[in-house]
């Protein structure tokens, strides 16, 4: 059985109505269509399935390197609770426009309704134009009367929260809050493996057909949690940190600034890792292996891989967002 390295994966554009071309000038994504809204890096669904783009493995699904390597590629709690399926998803988000107001299900309301995971996520704001906001949880004194009757009214929109977005800002959406992507925002999104989405307002907007897009209105309110969403901010100035982001049943992400060669050994976390390349390049080195990493990459570490060593290229920072599950 060929031995376990770092992965890398080719990533599935998605299109959407509210996309656009900037995921080629920030991370050097390559892609023909106009509209693209979304690069899922590391997916398990099975439609969209992330295939290896390097090394010996190249070519296989990551759902078939589970049930080859099963434990030794995703820690044992992990496999023994998921089997095959892998639990996350990666993904980088280019918002042209403003994305529906909408809300995820807990796991409960998704296995009832939907047989599947129900999704927290959380977004790291990679970019920010000057103005944009991210919209996440509602204003004080809300309730859930108070939703539905703007909804009913079409002013949704003076209940929401809106935050200026900046470049760190970091947003954890739990099952059931209200949020929404502004324009002008690139993020990074890691989340629980699930694509369901309940669209509560989509600013009256047609697709290129003339067709305006489905809402969930009756699902959306089965599940809206009225809560507002605290952000916080993650201090991407210093150096050689490890700082913690988002730490949840789901999965803990930190955020990792290195400017010179660092070692990581993973042997107490019984779980893969994740790497999302969000500034500079570098090598992953192990002890039978090199990986070179370019901003916009994204790397699965095996969990039988405990060693690693990071490498900044040409004098310059990685910065890095760190994922697994404790």
């Known amino acids: ?18 996309g656009g071309q900037n ?5 050097g994504k390559v892609f023909d269509n106009q509209f693209i809204g979304e690069s899922w890096e590391l997916s398990g669904l099975p439609n969209n399935q992330s295939v290896v783009a390097n090394g010996m493995l190249i070519g296989k699904t990551l759902t078939e390197l589970i049930e080859t390597y099963k434990h030794d590629l995703v820690g044992n709690i992990i496999y023994q609770r998921f089997g095959s399926s892998f639990p996350l ?19 409960e309301i998704a296995q009832k309704k939907h047989q599947c995971d129900g999704k927290t996520e959380m977004w790291y704001v990679v970019s920010a134009s000057d103005n944009a906001q991210i919209i ?3 204003k004080d004194n809300i309730e859930l009367k108070d939703i539905k009757q703007s909804i009913e009214k079409n002013t949704i929109e003076d209940l ?15 099952e059931g809050i209200i949020h929404a992507l502004g324009k002008g925002t690139i993020v990074a999104e890691i989340q629980q493996s699930s694509d369901i989405t309940y669209r509560v307002y989509d600013y009256n907007r047609k697709d290129q057909h003339g067709k305006s897009r489905d809402l969930h209105i009756n699902d959306a309110l089965d599940c809206i949690v009225l809560n507002d969403v605290n952000k916080t901010h993650a201090d991407f100035s210093e150096t050689d940190i490890q700082q913690e982001l988002v730490n949840c049943p789901f999965f803990t992400t930190n955020l990792l600034s290195i400017i010179q060669p660092t070692s990581f050994n993973y042997q107490a976390i019984d779980s893969f890792v994740v790497y999302m390349s969000i500034e500079g ?10 990986l ?24 310059g920072k990685a910065l890095i967002l760190e994922t697994y599950i404790q």
């Open 1 to 18: 059985m060929t031995p376990l390295y770092p992965f890398k994966f080719s990533p599935i554009f998605q299109e959407r109505i509210w």
């Open 23 to 27: 995921l080629k000038n920030t991370f």
């Open 89 to 107: 998803l990666f993904k980088y988000l280019d918002a042209c426009d403003n994305l529906s107001v909408q809300v995820h299900p807990s796991n």
């Open 136 to 138: 996440a949880g509602v």
């Open 160 to 174: 929401l929260h809106f935050h200026d977005a900046k470049q760190g800002d970091v947003f954890h959406i739990t």
């Open 281 to 290: 390049d570098y090598v992953v080195e192990t002890s039978f292996s090199s």
């Open 292 to 315: 070179d990493v370019k901003k916009g990459d994204t790397i699965l570490i095996p969990s039988s891989v405990k060693d690693i060593r990071i490498i900044p290229k040409d004098g």
